[in-house]
């Protein structure tokens, strides 16, 4: 940035330019608004500027009040100089304006300090409040939600009034005002007026619920959701003693611990905390300190870690992380921490999944279903493709697994006691499409394109049978392609991401119909880790129903530790060595 007063709003009292964070658009550029009040649109790749919007005379956007939607609509609060508001939205591929939905009047007007967020529901929340004098002293004041889809359609929720005959003052606000999602469903708001409250929407309805508090009655600002739908928060800014709160709507508080404020959640039930902003602190379901991280972990949105030192940043080992189920498992709401929450789980291949519809020009969730592209061979004559070499590597690996005898019990021996011989019989059947009753083993079909099958993660089976009762974890595979888990990810300098980072291939492990598991996705951009033992791992997947942290446990290995406890580890990551298990135990060849 050139010039750093540009990216500020320049308040007309003072005289000095008022900066805020830069949002990341979810397209790999930035979202930033200059003084003037313009918003502008930063390439990810170039840093080309592209203004999207300005401000007519005498009106501005509100810096703290801008949110940018998964889908590329871009929402802002716009003040006029006579005080009137609305929430604007824009595209932030084109720069035009899909909408204007005004802040209700009159005497309305957003909550200043409270961001907007878009809740796991895929909608803008904006709080906005009402004063109403009463003849004499005081008056109600009235608290509201305005809940808007990126298309604009919208509805205003009545949350909260109160009246206070007593004070003097012409205004009665309510402050400290702070919202989360809750999972898919709504938000949830909590804020101090005449004490403190808390909200629950689901839809356009509204609850009210008792708010917690912490030691002394300072009031809470919830930062993650973990994967019991209860919520973990931190000491709202201003007051003295810091705490990190665990509670929610039925049990009110769980536990509480000074001097640390909520990072990450994690899927043992557990919290990932700082009291330094250098170091972290592991803690268990119930508050109690478990483990110790020397760095505070930074990761992206592959889980690859980094670190901040002297204006350098450098990738670091870090003890593999697994995050909640959640639409708030990190502080922020996703790994760019822009306010907008974004489910994720872990996948079969052990990797998140993220609830996310587009996944680029090439790669977008479809409403009518979409579709599953199976691999096919080129024409005769025809210039090559990476779709037909991928079916020719793995047409290739699947007959030099065969020719080589790995799947007879004595090569590949290790399937030795009675749950392992039960998937080793089945493996044959499954691997050469000898198409026997489903009941006994599966037919593994011709493998489909990872990269072209925009078929939902849950309708392609890839949630287990055990995990079809989380509503969740159903959420999340129901709203991400599985096409989204074979994009690939550029680092800085060009290039892919890191082996370990990457899919080569996933396979069914429950049809969320019932009935045997048969599918098999490989990314036909990244072949060069497609090999016999790949084949075999896909293949127990379809015959186990296991993830591959149950699957590398079934095969004798340690998975990684969760949340960086220390331990031994043979398995720092899932796929890798799950193959080079079933190398090195006769189960496959190398390559």
Excluded at 469 to 480: P, R
């Amino acid at each position: 940035m050139e010039e750093a007063g540009k990216y500020g709003r320049r308040d007309r009292s003072k005289d000095h330019v008022e900066a805020w964070p830069v949002l990341p658009d979810f397209q790999g550029g930035l979202i930033v608004l200059y003084w003037d009040g313009s918003l502008v649109k930063l390439d990810g790749t170039t840093g080309q500027p592209l203004t999207l919007y300005t401000s007519g005379p005498d009106m501005y956007i509100e810096a703290p009040l801008i949110a940018v939607h998964p889908d590329g609509t871009v929402f802002a609060v716009q003040s006029g100089s006579s005080g009137d508001q609305a929430v604007i939205g824009i595209d932030s591929t084109t720069g035009a304006q899909k909408f204007s939905v005004p802040v209700p009047e009159p005497g309305f007007w957003a909550v200043d300090g409270s961001p907007i967020i878009i809740a796991g529901d895929g909608y803008a929340y904006i709080p906005h409040q009402h004063f109403q004098p009463s003849p004499g002293a005081g008056g109600t004041a009235h608290l509201g939600l305005l809940r808007i889809a990126s298309s604009g359609a919208s509805d205003d929720i009545s949350i909260y009034d109160y009246t206070d005959t007593n004070r003097l003052t012409e205004f009665i606000g309510f402050g400290d005002l702070q919202m989360i999602t809750n999972a898919d469903t709504g938000i949830v708001l909590m804020w101090v007026g005449d004490g403190p409250h808390m909200a629950i929407t689901n839809g356009t309805s509204a609850s009210l619920v008792n708010a917690p508090q912490l030691p002394g009655g300072e009031p809470v600002v919830p930062v993650l959701q973990a994967q019991d739908g209860s919520l973990v928060g931190a000491q709202a800014p201003g007051y003295v003693d810091p705490y990190m709160i665990a509670f929610d709507a039925s049990e009110g508080v769980r536990w509480s611990v000074p001097n640390y404020y909520p990072l990450m959640a994690t899927a043992d039930g557990g919290v990932i905390a700082t009291a330094d902003n250098v170091s972290a602190t592991i803690f268990d379901q119930n508050g109690s300190a478990v483990g110790q991280m020397a760095n505070m972990p930074t990761q992206s949105w592959t889980q690859q870690s980094y670190s901040s030192t002297g204006g350098q940043i450098a990738q670091v080992l870090q003890p593999i992380i697994e995050w909640a189920a959640s639409y708030e498992a990190i502080a922020g709401g996703n790994p760019s921490s822009n306010c907008t929450s974004v489910g994720v789980v872990e996948t079969v291949e052990g990797l998140p999944v993220f609830a996310l519809l587009h996944w680029g020009t090439s790669c977008q969730w479809q409403a009518n279903g979409g579709i599953k592209v199976p691999l096919m061979p080129d024409p005769k004559g025809a210039a090559p493709t990476p779709e037909g070499a991928a079916l020719n590597l793995y047409q290739t690996e699947k007959q030099k697994l065969l020719d080589g005898g790995y799947l007879n019990g004595s090569s590949c021996s290790f399937f030795n006691t009675s749950t392992t011989a039960t998937y080793f019989n089945k493996l044959p059947n499954a691997i050469t499409n000898l198409s026997p009753p489903p009941s006994t083993a599966p037919e593994l079909p011709t493998p489909y394109d990872g990269l072209q099958s925009n078929i939902s993660w849950y309708d392609a089976g890839f949630l287990s049978a055990a995990d079809l009762g989380n509503a969740t974890k159903v959420s999340i595979f129901k709203n991400s392609p599985v096409c989204g888990q074979f994009v690939s990810f550029k680092p800085r300098g060009g290039g892919v991401t890191l082996v370990e980072s990457r899919t080569t291939a996933a396979s069914q492990v429950y049809p969320p119909g019932g009935g045997a598991a048969t599918d098999m996705y490989i990314d036909t951009n990244y072949t060069q880790d497609l090999s016999q033992a790949t084949i075999v791992h896909e293949a127990l997947h379809n015959v186990t129903g296991m993830y591959d942290r149950d699957l590398a446990i079934l095969l004798g290995l340690k998975p990684e530790c969760q949340n960086g406890s220390h331990c031994d580890t043979d398995c720092p990551k899932g796929s890798i060595c799950i193959n080079s298990r079933l190398v090195g135990a006769g189960c496959a060849g190398p390559n």
